[in-house]
């Protein structure tokens, strides 16, 4: 996008004015650099955005966006239920509570590089990933309703996690409103065989060495340390994440139609937050939470075990668990005054800072981590919720490096098994059963995540705690 | 759906393609009818995950509704990622036969073999975004969207 066409509020910050049927402006958090290497349709999706009924404040542009359905990924939008306000199946996106987490080893970079190639291959053959990879838990219908209603402490009482976890997940690892019986049958068959499963395309399992501290009284108490090893690992809600969104998508779309609510694209289908369509989605999304929460409990879980089989005194301790395809109900200040609002949060992360009541008492003095995926080249970061950052975005921050370049581009461009090897000639140890799969998500086809997060960190989103390198990259 | 269809270009009767998205995956299919582009963005999606040939061992039968042929080829992709997922299959070949609002579709292929498949992405449904079915200047009908991956 050309930055020109915007107005510039200050080196990270730029604003789309209100124009046409947009009820409230969209900001762009990101340097000028960023914005010019953006697609022109993110600009047009965050002001399609603007438009939806009851938006509060601005819809708001993270720094790693890119083009998404109907939102931009990198998209976040508040709205009041009491003022018109919508639920967008779009606005929390196909994957839902897609999200990231990082467990502390007590290990060292060295200790990982010991057995860097059996840890790998042992990770790789546990840890099921890609299409056509079986997890090997199948739910009958009264524990698929058990685990949509309970989320990771589900998880954690089948004994496929931590109970010490759960404080470092959102919503304590289960989030309240859920409705197992709003979630279709389709989309529960979807999910039958998928607990503790990778998925594919941007998901990951990492093993990764601090590589550089930024914030030293934060990373102390994050407990993070140069050359520590950590686990992190990316995925989501699997199968039935994606049916919930197919189904209401359709479904949104006759509901606003109905509503009266012109849509600038029909991605953006939603519903009034007060009409039955709109609560039936909210409660089946929040099943979908539950969903994502549990797999990646029992995917830490999966984790812990092989890495006790390498170093029988590990123990994988949550840092925390964050989601990033998400609608919440939220408290936030709005010109001075605190209102209930429905943060929708399309490939952002929530990012509360110091103080917030929601944090676990460990974290609460220094705000809530924020996990930053990067490409399998480059590396990753722990960022912090900054106190600004409710002001200017809801408390958001950017949630990943975010794509710069098509597959389809990126295909043409790199060869799955070069890649494969010139990571393995920096240390870096790829498994995947796709070497295009590999080529798809090469390093080159990401934004520099380094840029990405200063902007953050400029815009007052989230600071910079710690950088990690990758050891080990499992994907789907 | 009644066609007067002038003769189309031959190389482009059957033809797929991929185009580029920000994240994600574009399909278009051509045909002489709806139905035959349909088949062809099938085609299309099953070439998305793997390079490898698909054998038609098993059929599967699949029937969808919506309002309008756009909506229509929306579901009639979801349904295929539907059975994929469901049956851990891949499909190689596709018959479709669209009345009015329905279709009515049959798949063939076989279980997914992750080391001769070795598939490149899992589809998670297929979006509203850059869709259209439409019948082109020369008379090929089109349809195409965004998959997200």
Request: aromatic share 6%.
């Amino acid at each position: 996008m050309d930055p020109g066409r915007f107005t510039r509020v200050d080196s990270a910050t730029w604003r789309i004015e209100t124009t046409g049927s947009m009820r409230v402006p969209a900001i762009i958090y990101a340097d000028e650099s960023l914005i010019a290497d953006m697609d022109d349709k993110v600009g047009e999706q965050a002001v399609n955005v603007a438009t939806l009924p009851g938006i509060v404040q601005a819809s708001y542009v993270m720094p790693d966006a890119h083009w998404g359905y109907g939102f931009p990924i990198g998209g976040v939008a508040a709205f009041d239920a009491d003022r018109g306000g919508v639920v967008s199946g779009g606005g929390v996106g196909f994957d839902i509570s897609c999200g990231v987490r990082t467990m502390l080893t007590g290990l060292t970079a060295s200790d990982i590089v010991l057995v860097q190639k059996s840890l790998a291959e042992s990770l790789f053959h546990q840890i099921p990933a890609g299409l056509g990879s079986e997890g090997a838990i199948a739910l009958d219908a009264s524990e698929m309703d058990a685990m949509l209603a309970g989320g990771a402490q589900w998880a954690v009482e089948r004994g496929w996690g931590a109970a010490h976890d759960l404080e470092r997940i959102e919503e304590a690892g289960r989030m309240a409103g859920a409705r197992p019986d709003f979630v279709s049958d389709h989309a529960k068959e979807r999910q039958r065989r998928e607990m503790g499963t990778l998925g594919s395309g941007n998901h990951y399992l990492e093993v990764q060495a601090v590589a550089e501290i930024l914030d030293t009284t934060v990373a102390g108490v994050f407990g993070l340390a140069r050359d520590d090893a950590v686990v992190t690992i990316h995925c989501g809600s699997r199968g039935l994440g994606h049916q919930i969104g197919t189904e209401f998508l359709k479904e949104m779309l006759a509901t606003a139609k109905g509503a009266g609510i012109a849509l600038a694209d029909r991605e953006l289908a939603c519903a009034p937050i007060h009409s039955e369509v709109g609560q039936r989605y909210l409660g089946a999304m929040r099943a979908g939470v539950n969903c994502a929460l549990a797999n990646r409990e029992i995917l830490g879980h999966y984790a812990r075990r092989v890495f006790t089989h390498f170093f029988p005194n590990s123990d994988l301790r949550l840092l925390f668990d964050v989601s990033h395809n998400t609608c919440k109900v939220e408290s936030h200040l709005v010109d001075g005054k605190r209102r209930d609002l429905f943060v929708h949060r399309k490939g952002a992360t929530r990012a509360f800072g110091p103080g917030h009541e929601s944090l676990p008492a460990a974290l609460r003095s220094v705000g809530q981590p924020v996990l930053v995926g990067g490409s399998m080249g480059t590396g990753s970061y722990v960022l912090v919720g900054e106190a600004t950052s409710e002001a200017r975005a809801f408390s958001s921050a950017c949630h990943g490096a975010g794509r710069a370049m098509s597959r389809h581009a990126a295909l043409r461009q790199w060869s799955g098994r070069a890649i494969v090897d010139d990571l393995a000639s920096r240390g870096i140890l790829i498994r995947s059963p796709s070497t295009r799969g590999v080529a798809e998500e090469a390093p080159g086809a990401y934004k520099d995540v380094d840029a990405v997060v200063v902007a953050a960190e400029r815009a007052g989103l989230a600071r910079r705690v710690a950088r990690l390198r990758p050891l080990i990259c499992i994907k789907g | 759906m009644a066609l007067n269809c002038s003769a189309p270009p031959v190389e482009r009767r059957g033809g797929w393609e991929h185009f580029p998205h920000g994240a994600d995956v574009g399909l278009r299919g051509w045909g002489a009818t709806p139905a035959e582009a349909f088949e062809a963005a099938a085609h299309a999606l099953t070439v998305a995950v793997t390079d490898a040939r698909v054998e038609p061992r098993d059929s599967v039968h699949v029937t969808c509704e919506a309002p309008d042929l756009e909506l229509l080829f929306v579901e009639w992709l979801n349904a295929v990622i539907y059975e994929m997922a469901v049956r851990n299959m891949l499909f190689g070949r596709f018959a479709v036969r669209i009345e009015g609002a329905r279709l009515e579709g049959t798949l063939w292929g076989e279980p997914v073999d992750v080391v001769r498949h070795a598939p490149a992405c899992e589809p998670k449904g297929a979006t509203y975004t850059e869709l259209k079915v439409a019948r082109e200047a020369d008379g090929v009908w089109s349809a195409a969207c965004i998959v997200d991956v």
